[in-house]
């Protein structure tokens, strides 16, 4: 084909890049390149490929963008409506007349070529990493003298087994079986979805028996090793989706779980811990450094416990401790203080979402397999629930208040009877878990955008987490999370988040009807 003799003989020029002497453009060559028969443009790129300099590169991507006019004498680079040499740089006065030079499906494919061929003799070992992988996308026998040089010279692991991946690729077009089958099965041992497609698409232009059962072999391992990537990024997922819950939860299971109180108002104490979080980032960027910028979040993680702690305390203090041993009533009015904080919000920062920057050590992600990448701010969220985790069962367990509230929790009465000021209790503990749940709200601020109406995404899946784990129980409250987190990430790669949402509802609801005690039953005395 046409487009491959093209493409072949780039390649084949640019081969020689590193062991010639390096010219600059000319006047004549840039001419070349812009105007005329498009087979002859493509050849003179061929011809200043060769013997590339900086200049070459830049108007090879002026050229690739659309920023090239010339007229019958002089060819112009256009930036900002201004015209410019490309090989002196002095800006030109740019003709009326200039014609923009245009550019087919063939001379762009020759341009991609062209600037990746360029690009694998950077000294930037980034800038090599990106156009070995662009040539791995689109291999072809022609780059194999290139190619080879490239591996000759390249130093970086990395690097050197892409180009040695792009190699076997480029050799699945080769005339020669042996050298099919041969980089057949190179690439199976790759384990990478990009390889798997360059398989598939020579397994549909393959004749021979001996080739496409190399290929059949090569598929194989490459979709058994990709089952377990997904099964690995399912398994991360939920884990994920379960310490979100279980941040979540964990102020329920003191405010419901030990206290009995049914709190609508919830998911609103971790909206305002996401609020804070927000004002904290906003302060970092006007006062502060950029340099400390990336410290805002944590600032912002005492910062969102105290104000949603502090808010939970007015609301006990105001309206709880009158209500109870009366749930419904409970229900009903912190509902009502839940819309009531969601319209205090839109009327402080607006109806519309506000974004929550990562902080650069939380942006990006650790990649495990080729086809799983576990972003950082989800690891750093895992890592913090259970550092919230711990923390808070050593105060339930550990401390004179965490005693304080066990036993209040257990039997009020007697804890009187005992000294212990019950109401004071009462309110620690109400602010305890509204902190908690201000903590949850600065999590989430780091996996979406905070709004008005974050709680209400959470309320519910927060309520099951606690029932199904057990009422008052901290480590049903964790099985309960991680394992509904795991069940919904399975299921919905299999059946979609609408159904794995229906799902796990109707297996929460059939759980508890068969176990309505929850995982973790009380036991002894403590009934």
């Known amino acids: 084909m046409l487009l491959q003799r093209i493409v072949r003989g780039l390649f084949a020029a640019a081969a020689v890049l590193w062991g010639a002497q390096a010219a600059a453009l000319t006047a004549d060559e840039a001419k070349a390149i812009a105007s005329g028969d498009t087979e002859a443009r493509v050849a003179a790129l061929n011809r200043a490929v060769t013997n590339a300099d900086g200049k070459t590169a830049a108007f090879i991507q002026a050229m690739a963008d659309d920023a090239v006019r010339y007229t019958a004498d002089q060819v112009f680079v256009v930036k900002d409506a201004k015209g410019y040499d490309p090989v002196t740089g002095a800006e030109l006065k740019l003709p009326d007349d200039a014609e923009e030079v245009i550019n087919n499906n063939l001379m762009r494919s020759a341009l991609d070529a062209a600037q990746a061929a360029l690009k694998l003799s950077s000294p930037d070992t980034g800038v090599r990493a990106e156009a070995a992988k662009a040539l791995l996308s689109a291999p072809d026998e022609s780059r194999l003298p290139l190619v080879e040089k490239a591996l000759a010279a390249e130093s970086d692991a990395g690097i050197k087994a892409t180009l040695e991946l792009v190699r076997a690729a480029s050799m699945l077009s080769s005339p020669d079986k042996a050298r099919r089958v041969e980089a057949a099965r190179a690439l199976g041992g790759s384990k990478n979805p990009d390889t798997k497609l360059l398989l598939n698409q020579r397994l549909g232009e393959e004749q021979d028996a001996d080739v496409k059962s190399a290929i059949h072999e090569s598929i194989a391992s490459i979709d058994a090793s990709l089952v377990w990537g997904e099964r690995i990024g399912a398994v991360f997922s939920g884990i994920s989706l379960g310490s979100v819950l279980l941040l979540a ?45 990336g410290w805002y979040l944590v600032a912002a993680i005492p910062v969102a416990f105290l104000a949603s702690a502090l808010v939970g305390a007015v609301l006990e203090r105001g309206v709880i401790r009158f209500l109870y041993g009366r749930p419904l009533e409970t229900l009903l009015a912190t509902w009502g203080i839940s819309l009531m904080l969601q319209q205090l919000v839109r009327s402080l920062f607006g109806a519309q979402n506000v974004g929550v920057e990562n902080p650069a050590w939380m942006s990006g992600g650790f990649t495990m397999l080729s086809n799983v990448t576990l972003p950082w701010n989800r690891i750093c969220i895992i890592i913090f629930a259970a550092l919230v985790l711990v923390a808070m069962g050593w105060l339930i367990g550990r401390t004179r208040l965490g005693l304080f509230v066990r036993g209040v929790t257990q039997n009020r009465p007697i804890a009187s009877c005992m000294g212990v000021n019950t109401a004071r209790i009462d309110t620690y503990a109400f602010a305890l878990g509204s902190g908690i749940a201000g903590l949850a709200g600065c999590a989430l601020s780091q996996i979406g955008n905070v709004g008005p109406d ?40 299999w059946a979609g988040a609408v159904l794995a949402k229906i799902a796990v509802l109707v297996f929460i609801i059939i759980f508890i009807q068969k176990r309505p005690q929850g995982i973790f039953a009380v036991k002894g005395r403590e009934v």
């Open 249 to 293: 939860a964990l102020g329920l299971a003191i405010t419901y779980g030990l206290m009995g109180v049914i709190n609508m108002a919830h998911g609103e104490l971790m909206m305002i811990g996401a609020y804070a979080t927000y004002v904290m980032q906003g302060i970092f960027q006007r006062y502060l450094p950029e340099a400390v910028f």
């Open 454 to 493: 974050l709680g209400q995404s959470y309320i519910v899946d927060s309520f099951m987490v606690v029932v199904m784990g057990g009422v008052g129980q901290l480590a049903g409250t964790v099985y309960a999370a991680l394992g509904l987190g795991v069940l919904n990430k399975f299921i919905e790669g």
